[in-house]
């Protein structure tokens, strides 16, 4: 591109001023635009109305030229027409024409383009109707030039402005404007780094429930790892079950980068389960629990220990619990319940008709009272909720075959007497008041 501004004023038809808003006011850059209004840095007619206003300027080095960029900072829209001098025949030629009318209150460039001139340019003609726009009308700054591009000639033999190099060594380049002058660059000297050489390891697995990890496995070490659920370099597995591809990127100190990839697999959690229990009786053997799934978690909870269940713990519902762990470290844990029920065993009825206890209710103490046998083996006292609050063993039979047992201890409520002899078991139901 290139582009000239005014040099010299050759003529102008008049001028409000030798100096300020005088014609020589045209010459070199805008200094006046982007601002508007009437500014002494412009040239303004002598007139603000005057009719055959017109001025012609001067420029230096002439190009061929296919454009003209007048500068109106005042009053702009008065251009009726513009010419450009031919050297060869000493005539003004035509490039522009309008019919002058008002253009706004702002400043403005009349961006006037036509084919390449077939000669340099070195002088031009602007003719105004100022009387065409209200009041001052005032010119800042007139360019001239052409928009052909350079030429670009590298060493490599390329021709683009832009040149892309992959190899090291020494490269130049020569430039050529529109009208032939030409200027080469200093020999440039090129190194081309290799890139780093980057790995980021295996594929990795976790479990939603684990932790937040730091990554680590990139090398060489000291770069970033990015990635759907990475942050600050750590991966958060509670973005859930999924494979997430990982990138490892490094940039070495030439500010070469490169990267490496993995994934990291998120496995969900485990389901376990854990199947139903039957009722069982307090005075069963403790057993091992089983229904867990998977197989190989631990079972917890009251009267649960080291997997077995002991029924001893009285009368009630418990809950069973099952925890079972993956090898990610992952766990969930099912749970049923239990409910261990009072079974005092089967009465029989003779021996039942043959115990009494007395007073039921009782107070302080109560008697059982037996005809039948000679000997208890056990009597044993169980509260509400099936806790065993008295036993006494092989009680031998007195004279009047009954046995005190001294009740003081025990709160009022409703308990069962359990009966074991030679001949049998029963139960009787015992009222204590207080
Ligand atoms: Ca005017
Ligand atoms: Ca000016």
């Not at 990839?261 to 069982?280: C, G, K, R």
Request: glycine content about 10%; hydrophobic content about 30%.
């Amino acid at each position: 591109m290139n582009h000239r501004w005014a040099s010299s004023v050759i003529a102008v038809s008049s001028e409000y001023g030798s100096v300020e808003w005088g014609a020589i006011q045209l010459l070199g850059a805008p200094d006046v635009y982007p601002n508007y209004g009437d500014i002494e840095s412009s040239w303004s007619p002598g007139g603000w109305d005057d009719p055959d206003e017109y001025f012609e300027l001067g420029y230096t080095h002439p190009i061929p030229i296919n454009y003209i960029d007048i500068y109106e900072t005042f009053g702009p829209g008065t251009v009726d027409s513009v010419y450009v001098k031919n050297p060869g025949t000493g005539l003004f030629e035509l490039v522009y024409s309008a019919t002058p009318q008002y253009a706004g209150d702002t400043a403005t460039i009349l961006h006037i383009t036509f084919p390449m001139t077939t000669f340099p340019v070195s002088e031009i003609r602007v003719s105004l109707e100022t009387a065409a726009v209200e009041g001052w009308n005032d010119f800042d700054a007139v360019g001239i030039g052409n928009d052909l591009p350079n030429s670009y000639s590298w060493s490599t033999g390329d021709t683009l402005a832009t040149l892309n190099v992959s190899t090291s060594g020494t490269y130049s380049v020569s430039i050529t404007n529109s009208i032939g002058c030409t200027s080469s660059s200093e020999p440039l000297e090129i190194t081309v780094n290799p890139l780093p050489v980057v790995t980021i390891g295996s594929d990795m697995y976790t479990g939603v429930c684990s932790s937040s990890f730091l990554l680590s496995g990139g090398i060489p070490a000291g770069g970033t790892y990015n990635g759907i659920g990475v942050s600050n370099n750590e991966f958060d597995p509670t973005i859930g079950p999924g494979s997430y591809a990982i990138e490892y990127s490094y940039t070495d100190s030439n500010g070469c980068s490169s990267s490496a990839s993995n994934q990291i697999t998120v496995t969900d959690a485990p389901v376990t389960t854990l199947n139903s229990f039957q009722n069982i009786c307090s005075d069963a053997a403790p057993f091992t629990l089983t229904g867990g799934s998977p197989t190989g978690g631990t079972y917890f909870g009251t009267g649960v220990s080291n997997g077995m269940f002991d029924p001893s713990i009285g009368s009630g519902t418990y809950q069973i619990n099952y925890i079972f762990e993956d090898s990610l470290g992952c766990s969930t844990v099912a749970d049923q319940q239990i409910t261990v029920e009072l079974c005092l065993g089967l009465s029989d009825d003779k021996l039942d008709r043959g115990i009494f206890c007395y007073p039921n209710p009782a107070n302080e103490k109560v008697v059982v009272n037996t005809s039948l046998v000679e000997k208890f083996y056990t009597i044993e006292i169980f509260n509400s909720i099936g806790s065993k609050v008295y036993s006494e063993s092989l009680q031998e039979i007195n004279d009047t075959h009954s046995l005190e047992i001294d009740l003081h201890q025990f709160p009022a409520g409703s308990y069962i007497l359990r009966v074991a002899t030679e001949i049998g078991i029963t139960n009787k139901k015992l009222m204590i008041e207080k």
